[in-house]
């Protein structure tokens, strides 16, 4: 049984940093993708960064470039993304999810296993 378990979420003000962190158990975490999506209220959820199953690649969507960094430890089955800069605008909930190949895609659809969540709130 897959299981993907965030942590990490909380309120803080703009401008703050939080680091979230996705520990997975139940599959071979350290040969496929990993990613993060968020989901603001009245929102589709969308993507917000994703890794390849090395860590050699990342890809960001533009509205967290350059404030966002997604990272994996693959000895500890953890993948996590520190935010720094945080706008009122990234308030959702973040769910991680564990790809079906093991390289990244964008798409819901190429990820097979998703967590249940964890609140970001940023405060103006």
């Known amino acids: 049984q897959v299981q993907l378990v965030e942590s990490g979420g909380g309120l803080v003000q703009a401008g703050g940093s939080l680091r979230l962190s996705c520990a997975a158990s139940?599959?071979?975490?350290?040969?496929?993708?990993m990613s993060w999506f968020r989901q603001a209220p009245g929102k589709e959820r969308e993507f917000v960064a994703a890794?390849?199953?090395?860590?050699?690649?990342?890809y960001y969507a533009d509205s967290v470039k350059a404030r966002f960094t997604i990272s994996r430890d693959n000895a500890k089955n953890t993948v996590y993304l520190r935010m720094n800069s945080l706008k009122p605008e990234d308030t959702a909930v973040y769910y991680c999810?564990?790809?079906?190949?093991?390289?990244?895609?964008?798409?819901?659809?190429?990820?097979?296993?998703w967590g249940q969540g964890t609140q970001v709130t940023v405060s103006s």
């Open positions: 139940g599959r071979a975490f350290s040969i496929y993708a």
């Open positions: 890794i390849n199953w090395s860590g050699s690649s990342t």
């Open positions: 999810a564990s790809g079906l190949n093991k390289d990244w895609g964008t798409s819901r659809h190429e990820y097979g296993y």
